[in-house]
């Protein structure tokens, strides 16, 4: 076979041969360095330095595309998470709604004023405030106080209140609660004071200014009177428990007599829980909370119905007649108790002659 030459366009890309019958042998290096062909020193250096700058940012790239895979995908997880949590609703009444409706209508649905909710609003801010944080948004306290007034003022089930403020039914019941805690613990000792033993001294003083009798501590008919507690039917006689005469025997005049100046004392405590229960209808059904919280939900409640009467929130007629109106609905069982304790007897009988001669000194009834 005849020898043969690779053509010009061959060297570029590859080494140049000499073919001959027998073998055949690379072209020398001088021939190759002058073809242009495997360049040599600083052109060489600088074409793998170039190449490996390229395969190290195309590194890069895929590193940086992978960190941004691993963002989406924990972004992902923690938007999952945050709609187990809370339920997206779009039930907006109280945000967009309500503002709209007056003072008359906020009154009927929350039973105090506009003044007094934002009384609330501000006195409990301190313990009902939360901070939004990227897991999920808080809920303004000004909503916190509303769902928990709502609870309270209303005879509605957790899960109407909880469609009607847009949130979750579990979400109403931890609201009012902590309502109840934040209202009893930041406002209790300033709108209810319980005596004292300092206190009694100073109270006892003013019992005697009171209609019942001048002395509170005295000697009627040779009989130490002290302080007393009103009660019913219900609870026994002792001596600082005094209770009218029952009606199943024929009474006295001056039994009757005794009993009228009990109950006109008592009426100012009925009414007292009449407007109470007309305010907070929560109290007038049956509890639907935990019998732990029950002690909660009712000093809360008071309290409530303190800074009512203090603002000079006026109580419709129409509640006090729907007050009326359920416990004519639901009868009480009547409890009767005949056990009576040390002189209790004897201290009601000094309070009935007591009473029996200012009627024959003072026989007009105011």
Known sequence: MGACEISDESLETRPIVHVSDSSYQPASDSSMEMRGVFPRGPVMNQRSDRDQAIVEVGLALVALGSIEDELNAAKARVDSIKDSWAYVRNERWFEDTLPFLGDGHFK???????????????????????????????????????????????????????????????????????????????????WINMLSQSDIAEHIREFAAGPLFKNPVATIGGVAVPPLVLCDQAFPLTPNLIKPFGHNDPLRAEQKNFNYHIS???????????????????????????????????????????????????????????????????????????????????????????????????????
């Open 108 to 190: 009927r649905c929350f039973r105090v004023s506009p003044a007094t909710f934002r009384f609330l609003v501000d006195s409990l801010r301190p313990s009902l405030e939360r901070v939004t944080t990227n897991m999920r948004e808080s809920i303004v306290v000004e909503k916190v106080v509303a769902i928990g007034l709502f609870e309270l003022c209303s005879v509605a089930e957790d899960r109407v209140v909880a469609s009607v403020f847009g949130i979750g039914r579990s979400t109403v019941n931890g609201i009012y609660k902590e309502f109840c805690e934040a209202v009893v613990s930041l406002l209790e000792s300033n």
């Open 264 to 366: 006109r004392v008592r009426r100012v405590v009925e009414n007292a829980f009449a407007r109470l229960k007309a305010r907070f209808r929560f109290t007038s059904k049956r509890m639907e909370c935990d019998i732990a919280n029950a002690s909660l939900v009712i000093r809360a409640c008071c309290v409530l119905n303190n800074i009512c009467e203090d603002f000079s929130d006026a109580v419709p007629l129409q509640w006090l007649q729907e007050v009326q109106q359920s416990d004519s609905q639901l009868p009480q069982p009547e409890r009767s108790s005949d056990s009576q304790i040390g002189n209790a007897d004897s201290v009601r009988s000094a309070l009935v002659d007591y009473f029996s001669q200012r009627m024959q000194t003072q026989p007009t009834r105011s």
